[in-house]
């Protein structure tokens, strides 16, 4: 089960994938995650103050038709167009997710 599937198989609410604790999506999706983000933090801080996986989180959240996702994306204090490209995000990351082509999807999607 990838993590989309899980994530609506346990009927998550928008609120708590963005808000609240989640981290047991991280743990039953990393075994089989790798570039994947599992909204872990561990790439924090960003000098941009960037909330990467939050930007994650809409990002996956707006690929699975949720018309939510542009409401939160908007209402981040930085956004993915504030990203300096500094990559140390990328060295930081334990699955090797991609966050600056992350950004550049999420400014093609959001606008910013
Ligand atoms: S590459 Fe962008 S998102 Fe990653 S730490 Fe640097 S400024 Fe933040
Ligand atoms: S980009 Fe990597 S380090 Fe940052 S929250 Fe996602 S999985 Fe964790």
Not at 10 to 33: C, H, M, P, R
Not at 41 to 48: I, S, T
Not at 69 to 83: Q, T
């Amino acid at each position: 089960m990838n993590r989309r599937d899980f994530i609506a198989s346990a009927g998550v609410g928008l609120a708590t994938i963005l808000l609240g604790d989640y981290n047991f999506i991280s743990i039953a999706a990393a075994q089989d995650q790798n570039g994947v983000c599992i909204y872990c933090n561990n790439c924090q801080p960003c000098p941009a103050g960037i909330d990467i996986s939050a930007v994650n989180k809409c990002l996956d959240l707006a690929n699975s038709s949720n018309e939510s996702a542009k409401d939160y994306y908007f209402n981040l204090s930085k956004h993915a167009s504030d990203c300096i490209g500094c990559g140390v995000c990328e060295q930081r990351c334990p699955v090797h997710v991609k966050v600056r082509k992350q950004m550049r999807q999420a400014i093609g999607l959001f606008g910013k």
